[in-house]
């Protein structure tokens, strides 16, 4: 049988497919510390759980227009205002099946095969596959550990070429967690408006900020960037809704009705009654993301002090979202139980049969000396972990 080529290319989510392993050895009884999953651990805030049994109990559980319903993107059109000074119209907005189908639908709206992609290393494991789904090619931009793994000037002018039509940007960042600058952001902005390149902004980490940065949308930086980004965002994160499936997208009128067109044909209308529990979400009390943005604050900076305090470990610390990317690399080479590890898919592999800790080995993002750690899990499960992590660094010889 002669299968599709496209799809022989795309690699599986290895973040997905290392947290599904690490609940199925949970489930088998095995005590495993998972820093896997980027999903927080607390459950969905309880108004929030209200607000979908009563839709489920009013009925609303019928097919929606596609891109969603007008309240909510109302409530989004808020937020924007809101958080980020960006005025959209309802017809600005599309709602969808999670941040992801929203950069799917952005990238199959815009791309032609053979356009390229600026993509920042290390990047999020979805960007690629997605833009490689959508015919075009992702074009990695190499970015240095003393500017956080942040685009400059420098690196993306190395990576521009007459075939770039776009360019992502994810602040804070996921796996580094790094938070771009005003003017930073301003540098990016010329970039692209030199280039004439779309920018796509995916802001999904944008409330989980630590220490004294803000969150810039790039869009709200000038007419030219408004016009020309497609702002990327959802309530997985930051309102512990990673199971509800609902992601928003705000941008130029074509590129909305483009997206929406293709998600009528691919999935219809996300979830009816996730999509109220988001309106609830956003429009409802805000309590809870300020528990929870604080209960993140303190484990990373468990995590960060406890990392610097040991000599075979170092971390880029994070600004945002909540991830640790650990620097390993001072095993490779090296052999535990007489299996030498030389990257960090097999330290991965190697620390989750031997001490039980599930890591998502950095290959995956593009930096193959780190490991992914997520702190979305409890301080209590951290502390074990890093015990183990630290642990099985002794047993390299
Ligand atoms: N963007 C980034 C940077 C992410 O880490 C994720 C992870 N889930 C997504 C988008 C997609 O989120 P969602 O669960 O809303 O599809
Ligand atoms: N975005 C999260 C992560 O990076 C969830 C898993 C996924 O969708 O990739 O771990």
Not at 48 to 61: D, N, P, W
Not at 89 to 110: H, P, Y
Not at 248 to 274: F, V, W
Not at 298 to 317: G, H, T
């Amino acid at each position: 049988m002669i299968l599709s080529e496209k799809a022989k290319q795309i690699s599986p989510s290895l973040t997905l497919a290392i947290t599904a392993k690490a609940k199925q050895m949970k489930n088998e009884g095995i005590d495993v510390i998972s820093f896997g999953a980027g999903e927080p651990d607390f459950d969905t805030p309880k108004n929030i759980q209200e607000a979908a049994k009563k839709a489920i109990e009013a009925g609303l559980t019928r097919y929606t227009p596609a891109s969603g319903i007008n309240e909510l993107k109302e409530a989004i059109v808020q937020k924007f205002k809101k958080d980020n000074d960006l005025t959209y119209t309802m017809d600005q907005v599309i709602i969808s099946t999670g941040g992801k189908q929203c950069l799917s639908n952005v990238f199959q709206s815009i791309l032609n095969p053979g356009d390229e992609v600026l993509v920042p290393i290390p990047y999020w494991v979805s960007y690629p596959e997605l833009i490689k789904l959508s015919d075009g090619k992702p074009v990695y931009v190499e970015n240095k550990k003393e500017n956080d793994y942040k685009y400059t000037l420098d690196s993306l002018e190395k990576a521009i070429s007459k075939k770039t039509k776009a360019i992502i940007l994810n602040s804070p960042n996921n796996p580094a967690g790094s938070i771009y600058s005003h003017k930073e952001l301003m540098e990016i902005a010329d970039f692209a408006q030199k280039y004439d390149l779309i920018i796509i902004s995916d802001e999904i980490y944008e409330k989980l900020i630590y220490g004294n940065k803000t969150h810039v949308s790039i869009a709200s930086l000038s007419e030219d960037t408004f016009n020309r980004t497609i702002v990327i965002n959802a309530v997985s994160k930051s309102y512990a809704m990673t199971g509800w499936r609902i992601g928003y997208a705000a941008g130029p009128k074509e590129i909305i009705k483009l997206m929406s067109s293709i998600q009528s044909h691919t999935t219809s209308n996300p979830t009816s009654i996730s999509q109220y529990a988001a309106l609830e979400a956003l429009t409802g009390p805000q309590d809870d993301l300020d528990f929870m943005v604080k209960q993140f604050a303190q484990r990373r900076d468990y995590m960060v002090s406890r990392i610097k305090a040991n000599p075979k470990l170092s971390c880029i610390e994070p600004e945002g979202a909540f991830y640790i990317m650990l620097n390993v690399s001072s095993v490779y080479g090296k052999k535990v139980n007489g299996n030498t590890i030389s990257n960090s898919m097999e330290f991965s592999d190697m620390i989750l049969d031997v001490e039980k800790v599930a890591v998502i080995p950095g290959v995956a993002f593009g930096l193959d000396e780190y490991v992914r750690l997520s702190y979305a899990t409890s301080l209590e499960k951290i502390t074990e972990g890093l015990d183990r992590i630290e642990r099985f660094m002794d047993k390299f010889n």
